[in-house]
T-cell receptor, first 115, second 114 residues
């Protein structure tokens, strides 16, 4: 069974540009979570999507947005990039049944560098 | 954003030594989780704890859910070089609307000296 997949692996942008990151959850998982992992700051919750709807968002400005598609894959968009947006962006999907029901399974992340 | 207090933030140990790390919070949680993140990869779930007082093992790893529901610890026995990585604790709280809020600690960076 394929795990959570994210693309691109690395992305370099300049200030003011826009970045789009993509995530495919584990087959059968309908919830997708996005986290930002900046150096030394642990994992900061960004967004939660379930069944195509945004269910909750963390304490981030509106230029961080996203969506979930009918196949449950998700996209994270960051507009008007700032230097401090440089971070590893992690996507996780949530198991809804089985021994690990409710737990988050993470992808390998997309490393965004803003110059 | 909200953070758990995780300590230590980093540690160097000799191969074969035991390791202990812990997390504390001012809030209670329904579930405590421990993840490991290898360099360049996403976090991988190691242990999940669902009941206050629960003690769970996964190979050389042992974790406990504190009785107050505000803390948890992770022990690694007889460390080996592949234990190197960043260990995150996470607390989960489900609200009445079914939304689960997962809060992560800042991580403990473990380095094992062969």
């Amino acid at each position: 069974e394929a795990g959570v997949t994210q693309s691109p692996t690395h992305l370099i942008k300049t200030r003011g540009q826009q970045a789009t990151l993509r995530c495919s959850p584990i087959s059968g998982h309908t919830s997708v979570y996005w986290y930002q992992q900046a150096l030394g700051l642990g994992l900061q919750f960004l967004l939660w999507y379930d069944e195509g709807e945004e269910r909750n968002r963390g304490n981030f400005p509106p230029r961080f947005s996203g969506r979930q598609f009918p196949n449950y894959s998700s996209e994270l968009n960051v507009n008007a990039l700032e230097l401090e947006d440089s971070a590893l962006y992690l996507c996780a999907s949530r198991a809804i049944s089985g021994i690990a029901a409710g737990e988050l399974f993470f992808g390998e992340g997309s490393r965004l560098t803003v110059l | 954003g909200q953070q758990l207090n995780q300590s230590p933030q980093s540690m160097f140990i000799q191969e074969g030594e035991d390791v202990s790390m812990n997390c504390t919070s001012s809030s209670i949680f329904n579930t405590w989780l421990w993840y490991k993140q290898d360099p360049g990869e996403g976090p991988v779930l190691l242990i999940a704890l669902y009941k206050a007082g629960e003690l769970t093992s996964n190979g050389r790893l042992t974790a406990q859910f504190g009785i107050t529901r505000k803390d948890s610890f992770l022990n690694i026995s007889a460390s080996i070089p592949s234990d190197v990585g960043i260990y995150f604790c996470a607390g989960r709280l489900m609200n009445s609307g079914g939304y689960q809020k997962v809060t992560f600690g800042i991580g403990t960076k473990l380095q094992v000296i062969p």
